[in-house]
């Protein structure tokens, strides 16, 4: 294993090396340069730094991935400007108010309202509700400070500072970078050496064994979330004077993958070496601002080396032992689909969509065609995320890379066999990836993915032999004699072909592949102990989503008739999973909902555009984080439960197991709660842990990392 | 005849030493009873001998062929299968689902003839659960999900098959079933490592027993031998001596 | 969940009901029109040629968009994205505000004016389906602001009242695809530099004009001249539209020290390398590309780190910002900011601009252009009005009055400007940051503009001619 590592990290070096020196702008790499070098990195570094920490914090002391981390700094730093600038309060009153008080309400709130229900859930299922936070979040403070004014916060001490090596390092940012290197220490004693760290510890590690010690998981995760918030608000109010305070901007997204870097250098769990990680990216992207010479077709690169450092770290990673079955508090209810009853709905569902669009406006109507296309692309998912269990943030990369391909290789005259290319192209695509990724247990591959999507979206797409910068014409096609250019034609296209690789996918899930996905997400290691060969099931699976998700980027192409790489961004992707999981991700009815749930908005607004509208539309992703966790099977589970009293037969069972589950769980937390009152008092230590841990026989599944 | 050897095997986690210097084997036709107190390191090497652990010492070798390189899943085509400790059936797969999943892989390397369906339900009939085939497997209480468990491990069609906690949640019955259904394994030429902590049924069903304390082997015997071995009283029986 | 069901069920029939309609969006009618000789503003005080043919006429529905009453006209701008809501709200706010404008001050052909706002919320798909809905309902479209414009399609398949082809008139503020620059429905009153045809990608001429840095080069001498610049990288269209510009200056006369990249997602200290190389160079220029926050960035940066040495900072239109001033506070002192209309400092000195002021209470670069778009657009239908009567109003004869018009000055807001050749100007109006404010330095008459530069052609590969 050890040497895996290390031929790893000597291919990156030698890459590294290698790509300096094609690249190189002609400086002189005298030593002054490189003193000015790290003192330009230091203030970088410390506001990843302080942005990961917080994420590494939560990550240890609650359990989840929080990808609206920084989202809480951006909420944090536009509540700061309100209390300092607009209400003139002083300095230290709007810090100390905003760090201390607001920020850990705020915590206790989110963890009351939703966090508290992400214990031991699924990791999609997590991790997609901090998405939908995150979107909701920056949605809130669109809503609240209005984009077009100015939000800029002043700086601890503008412009004022001390000399190192002849470059001037700011108070403020020498500050920050205190206030950084104090966190490690005191977050180090927090959660090594006192009773609430270790408990938050304890509670992540094995929640009924905490509690067998006399800590109440509850209040132990108000507290993690209300430290989480609190360092999230730190880092927003130390960050804003750098940023342009533009809620999706600077302040949000420029702290994201970097935290995810840093963070995964220190493994999710040490801050030094997350810390490390922070100043490695930070001299890396100020090396390659000085020294390096990203021109024309590759100018997109230097915008994009937190991502290959993301990429490179989670490369790097040992591989994790398999994985075994949680014991999640997500209970799938939905009933498999049979390839017939499938088949009949699938055709009930295109002369749906067909009778709906005959009777849409025009403007209605092309908006149902991309959704479509969307689902079409969503449905990529399916088999990855819902069946295999595989987090996976890249189907729109995925889909231009088909659209792409579909382009040039008779897409522009409308060559049926062209959208196959597309397919094709995609799937090598979606096999390296898991070639490269396929290690790397959930969390980790998810990054992985997130990682590709942006590389993929502004890198890969923008040469030559994609995109190249522009606008390539991708017609609508004329097959078998019929013309498809009119939407309402279109509209029928492509809902058969939405029908069909749904049906694929039906009859797929039925197979004895379809059964070996689920059994390697419910289990690996039994998966693996029957013979199932992991590494190549995965592979095939993203090849499959790959290759779906390409077909639909070929279609997308079609419908947009004239399609460039903008199309298909990183964060649209990262909001179409989101709306695939809100459907219901296991099911190709999700995807569906993925595509057109946001129809019903857009008709709103067209006829009542007013700032409610607006805000609704905009926090509308949070709600959705809401509503997956009420509903972890998604809408589409929920709806047609809500629907099922009307179809006589098929009540009884769905709602009986759902008694039968709520029985169990409050039967549970009936024991929990129960347990303080068994009069333990012991001292509570890491060694009284260890004890009963072997003594319970737990020791082996803790240690053979069950994360 | 198959042999499955376990030679000096140790595992260490960090600070703690697991399994320390594990000496062992199981032949095709015998049942060997894996016991000890918890924590005795038995689920480790479970998870050393299918691959799911590294140790860090030591070997493990299915008919003198080293096993240290073969992935969890070559392992299982190899002839080895097994069942979990805490539940590890796919819990949104139906009973009937769970065990073609093993036959259908069992199929991909059979060079006969092979109906994955039919011989699902073989073996739900010969352990027992035909009655559960289509239940889901995360609502079956843990006792019926066990034998799913078992029966899945059948269906890999192994030489060597590891038994952990298999009578855990079933009754007296069930209990006396499963024994002599594991008698039958054996007859049949299965070799049989069970890991139990029903001593009536490990009395009655092994041929030879090793008893593992603090990761150790510290002893080792017919059921006979070990119930009058004074340390293995001490270590794991306590004062009781109630078999 | 009963909740569901209910929520499910009056989700699907809102969808049912509202899908069925026509896209209809908000539409303002503006003020109530006054007597075309009413006296209560400056700008009308004459009879027109155009008004003077309402006299008596019997108005007729002589185009898609135009009643009886009313001329309506369709402004699509990407104001509602999830993403960067209220972007480009200044040319929404202006369009809507002409109307107002006019309608107090006689309307327009006899008629009055009627604004139907589209929503293009950065999709292709929802620009699409502005211009196919303009097409069905109104005249023209003016002052579009629509960055994902891809698909001129149904702007250039619109059928016009008789059945014809003509297409729908574009009167945009941006033009960001060269579908849209080069096509012959589209004509913008900042013609967009680069020559048509292109197909997006590869070689292509620009026209550039000296005029700014003739300036420069005058005030402080040529050869002093040499420093930085740092080119938008985020797409490949953000580096084309610089390096142009750029590359030109560069060849006029100012050296260059070195060029940077920069992403808009950047935070300050991006910047402190670029502070610093001004510094080890000593350099006396510096341009950035991006949006007023980068010049800010840089400008803080400079200030901590000491720079002293730089005469010119360089920017144009997207620093004609208040947020600035503003956000840059002291640092921005003595930035040059040029620009191609006339700024809002100049009121008092023409009438087109005190219009735009007195109307539109949130002026801004994008609402100042829309407004020039308006007045091009109402300058070619009086020109209709004037020679054929009210009746005659149709795309058809607007095309060829924006085709035929080689001299426009919107009453000299902007410089003569030729709209239907595409050529853009070389004159320009230089301001500077002098105590917080906007101060105009060149020329120094208020209401003018300086045209003493050159016009030149510059051929390149504007994404592979840029090598940091």
């Given at each position: ?8 990290g000597?291919?990156?070096a ?13 400086n002189?790499?005298s ?31 609650t ?17 700061y ?34 966090m ?15 998405v ?16 077009n ?7 601890f ?18 500050i ?11 977050l180090r004693f ?5 009773r ?14 905490a ?46 993958v970097?935290?995810f ?29 000085l020294f ?41 209810h ?45 449905l990529?998912?399916?088999?990855l ?10 189907p ?25 290319f597309?397919?094709?192209a995609?799937?090598?695509?979606g ?10 247990q ?5 990054l ?9 979206g ?21 097959w ?12 029928v ?57 390409g077909?639909?980027?070929g ?20 909001a ?12 190709v ?24 509208i ?12 809401l ?7 998604g809408?589409?589970?929920a ?11 098929r ?10 589950t ?7 937390r ?24 072997r003594r ?12 | ?16 030493l ?15 009873g ?29 008919d ?80 019926s999900?066990?034998?799913?468990e ?21 009754d007296e ?19 049989v490592?069970?890991v ?10 092994c041929?030879?027993?090793?008893v593992?304390?603090?990761g ?28 | ?30 003020s ?17 040629p ?7 006429a ?9 009643t ?6 369709a ?9 960067r ?5 200044g040319?929404?706010?202006a369009i ?13 052909g ?5 604004v ?13 389906n ?5 097409c ?5 479209a003016?002052g ?17 009242n ?15 695809e ?39 080069f005058?005030k ?41 990249g ?18 080890n ?5 510096a ?12 400008r ?23 947020r ?87 009453g ?7 709209i ?5 100007t ?27 530069g ?15």
């Amino acid at each position: 294993m050890r040497s895996r590592q290390l031929v790893a990290g000597l291919v990156l070096a030698a890459a590294f090396v290698a790509v300096s020196i094609q690249n190189w702008a002609g400086n002189d790499l005298s030593l002054k340069a490189i003193e000015q070098l790290l003192v330009f990195a230091l203030p970088l570094a410390g506001i990843y730094a302080l942005a990961a920490t917080g994420l590494v914090v939560v990550y240890s002391t609650t359990g989840v991935f929080n990808f609206a981390q920084g989202a809480i700094g951006m909420l944090a730093a536009f509540v700061y400007w309100q209390l300092k600038v607009q209400w003139g309060w002083s300095t230290w009153i709007a810090v100390t108010v905003t760090v201390f008080v607001l920020a850990p309400l705020f915590g206790i709130l989110l963890e009351r309202a939703v966090m508290r229900h992400l214990a031991g859930q699924d990791l999609v299922i997590q991790l997609m509700v901090t998405v939908g936070l995150l979107l909701g979040f920056v949605g809130i403070a669109v809503t609240i400070w209005d984009p077009n004014v100015g939000h800029s916060v002043p700086a601890f001490f503008p412009e004022q500072g001390f000399q190192i090596a002849g470059v001037v390092l700011t108070w403020h940012r020498f500050i920050a970078l205190c206030v950084a290197l104090a966190l490690v220490v005191g977050l180090r004693f927090l959660l090594y050496s006192t009773r609430a760290g270790i408990a938050m510890r304890a509670v992540v590690d094995n929640r009924s064994l905490a509690a067998l010690n006399g800590v109440s998981a509850q209040q132990v995760s108000m507290f993690a979330w209300a430290l989480g918030s609190s360092l999230a608000a730190l880092a927003g109010v130390l960050i804003a004077n750098e940023t342009d305070m533009s809620a999706l901007g600077s302040l949000t997204l420029a702290t994201l993958v970097p935290a995810f870097a840093a963070a995964a250098v220190g493994r999710m769990r040490s801050l030094p070496l997350t810390y490390l990680g922070a100043l490695v990216l930070a001299l890396l992207q100020q090396f390659a601002s000085l020294f390096l010479s990203f021109g024309g077709r590759w100018a997109q690169v230097p915008n994009r080396i937190p991502e290959i450092m993301l990429f490179a770290v989670l490369l790097m990673r040992p591989a994790a032992n398999l994985r075994f079955a949680r014991l999640t508090a997500t209970r799938r209810h939905a009933r498999v689909a049979k390839p017939r009853s499938a088949a009949a709905g699938l055709v009930v569902l295109v002369f749906a969509i067909a009778l709906v669009g005959t009777l849409l406006s025009s403007a209605n109507l092309a908006r149902l065609d991309e959704g479509i296309g969307l689902a079409l692309v969503a449905l990529s998912l399916v088999p990855l995320t819902g069946w295999a269990g595989q987090v996976s943030f890249a189907p729109l990369a995925f889909a231009g890379v088909g659209a792409a391909a579909f382009a040039h290789w008779g897409g522009t005259q409308g060559h049926p066999w062209a959208l196959l290319f597309g397919a094709l192209a995609a799937a090598p695509v979606g096999a390296v990836l898991s070639l490269i990724a396929g290690r790397l247990q959930g969390l980790y591959l998810g990054l992985a993915t997130f990682a590709f999507a942006y590389f993929t979206g502004d890198v890969i797409l923008n040469q030559p032999f994609a995109f190249n910068g522009q606008s390539l014409t991708t017609p609508r096609p004329t097959w078998f004699g019929i013309s498809f250019n009119s939407d309402r034609a279109y509209l029928v296209l492509l809902s058969i072909a939405f029908a069909l690789v749904a049906f694929l996918l039906v009859a797929l899930r039925n197979s004895a592949w379809g059964r070996r996905l689920v059994a390697m997400r419910d289990s690996e290691a039994a998966a693996a102990t029957v013979g199932v060969n992991l590494f190549e099931t995965k592979i095939a699976v993203f090849a499959l989503s790959a290759a779906i998700a390409g077909l639909g980027g070929g279609f997308l192409a079609m419908f947009y008739g004239h399609t460039a790489s903008n199309a298909f961004d990183a964060l649209v992707g990262l909001a179409l999973v989101l709306q695939i999981v809100v459907g219901g991700v296991a099911l190709v009815t999700g995807a569906v909902f993925a595509g057109v749930f946001r129809l019903p908005i857009q008709i709103l607004q067209d006829h009542w555009d007013s700032k409610w509208i607006r805000g609704l539309q905009q926090i509308a992703p949070g709600f959705a984080a809401l509503g997956i966790i009420q509903s972890p099977d998604g809408a589409v589970v929920a709806i047609a439960d809500g629907f099922a009293p009307l179809i006589p037969g098929r009540t009884s069972e769905r709602a009986e197991r759902a008694k039968r589950t709520r029985e169990r769980r409050a039967a549970a937390r009936a024991r929990e709660a129960k347990i303080p009152q068994l009069g333990l008092t012991e001292p509570f230590t890491a060694e009284t842990i260890g004890e009963i841990e072997r003594r319970l026989g737990i020791a082996s599944e803790l240690a053979a990392g069950r994360r | 005849m198959s042999r499955l050897a376990v030679s000096d095997v140790s595992v260490r986690f960090g600070g703690l030493l697991a399994v320390d210097g594990a000496n062992f084997s199981v032949e095709s036709g015998s049942v060997i009873g894996l016991i000890g107190p918890n924590g005795a390191g038995k689920t480790t090497l479970f998870n050393v001998i299918t691959g799911l652990q590294t140790p860090s010492a030591g070997s493990v070798t299915l008919d003198d062929r080293d096993l240290r390189r073969a992935k969890p899943y070559k392992r299982a085509r190899l002839g080895i299968a097994r069942t979990f400790q805490r539940l590890e059936a796919f819990g949104s797969l139906t009973v009937r689902e769970n065990v073609l999943v093993a036959a259908e892989m069992r199929k991909r390397w059979a060079t006969t003839r092979y109906d994955a369906g039919i011989v699902a339900d073989k073996i739900l009939a010969r352990v027992g659960i035909t009655a559960l085939a289509e239940a889901r497997c995360e609502q079956l209480p843990t006792g019926s999900a066990r034998l799913v468990e078992l029966a899945r491990a059948l269906a890999v069609d192994p030489r060597i098959l590891l038994l952990d906690e298999p009578s855990s949640g079933l009754d007296e019955d069930e209990t006396d079933a499963l024994g002599a259904l594991l008698v039958a394994l054996a007859r049949d030429g299965l070799g049989v490592l069970l890991v139990e902590h029903d001593m009536p049924l490990v009395m009655t069903t092994c041929d030879y027993i090793h008893v593992l304390d603090f990761g150790r082997v510290i002893a080792q015997g017919t059921p006979t031998q070990v119930q009058t071995d004074a340390e293995v009283q001490r270590a794991y029986l306590g004062s009781k001596a109630t078999m | 969940m009963k909740q569901t069901r209910w929520f499910a069920l009056a989700l699907g029939a809102a969808l049912i009901v509202g899908a069925c309609g026509g896209g209809k969006t908000t539409t303002d009618n503006g003020s109530p029109t006054s007597n075309a000789s009413s006296p209560s503003t400056g700008a009308t005080t004459t009879i027109s040629p155009a008004q003077a043919k309402c006299k008596g006429a019997t108005l007729t529905a002589s185009e898609t968009g135009i009643t009886a009453s009313t001329i309506t006209i369709a402004v699509a701008a990407d104001t509602g994205s999830s993403i960067r809501p209220g972007l480009f709200q200044g040319s929404v706010d202006a369009i809507k505000a002409w109307a107002n404008y006019k309608n107090a001050n006689g309307g327009l052909g006899c008629r009055k004016v009627a604004v139907q706002v589209f929503d293009s919320k950065l999709s292709p798909t929802e620009a699409k389906n502005a211009m196919t809905t303009a097409c069905a309902q109104d005249f023209a479209a003016v002052g579009t602001t629509a960055l994902f414009l891809n698909d001129m399609t149904p702007i250039e398949t619109c059928k016009d009242n008789s059945g014809k082809v003509t297409g729908l008139p574009d009167l945009p503020v941006l033009q960001t695809e060269p579908s849209q620059q080069c096509s012959q429905l589209s004509y913008a009153v900042l013609p967009g530099a680069g020559s048509c045809p292109y197909s997006g990608t590869g070689v292509r001429t620009f026209k550039v004009a000296s005029g700014p840095f003739d300036y420069y080069f005058g005030k402080y001498g040529k050869s002093a001249l040499h420093g930085i610049w740092v080119v938008p990288t985020d797409l490949p269209s953000t580096i084309s539209s610089s390096m142009p510009g750029f590359r030109y200056s560069q060849q006029l006369g100012i050296k260059r020290d070195a060029e940077f990249g920069g992403s808009g997602l950047a935070t300050q200290t991006a910047y402190t390398p670029f502070a610093q190389t001004i510094k080890n160079k000593q350099s006396t220029y510096a341009r950035v590309g991006l949006d007023y926050k980068g010049t800010v960035y840089l400008r803080k940066e400079a200030a901590t780190q000491g720079v002293n040495t730089v005469k010119v900072w360089d920017c144009s239109v997207q620093c004609y910002d208040s947020r600035l001033i503003s956000e840059g506070g002291s640092t921005v002192e003595g930035q040059y900011v040029w620009l191609t209309f006339l700024p809002f400092e100049d009121a008092g000195s023409n009438p087109t601009l005190d219009a735009f002021l007195k109307y539109d209470k949130k002026p801004d670069g994008f609402g100042a252009q829309a407004w020039a778009a308006a007045e091009l657009f109402a300058q070619s239908v009086d020109s209709i009005v004037a020679a054929q009567g009210p009746n005659a109003i149709t795309r058809a004869a607007l095309l060829t009055a924006v085709r035929n018009t080689h001299d426009f000055t919107a009453g000299g807001f902007i410089p003569s400007t030729d709209i239907g050749s595409k050529a853009g100007t070389k004159c320009f109006v230089m301001m500077q940051v002098q105590n917080g404010k906007f101060v105009r330095v060149d020329p120094a008459k208020p209401g003018t503009f300086d045209c003493s530069g050159s016009v030149s052609e510059i051929t390149m590969d504007p994404v592979k001619a840029f090598k940091p």
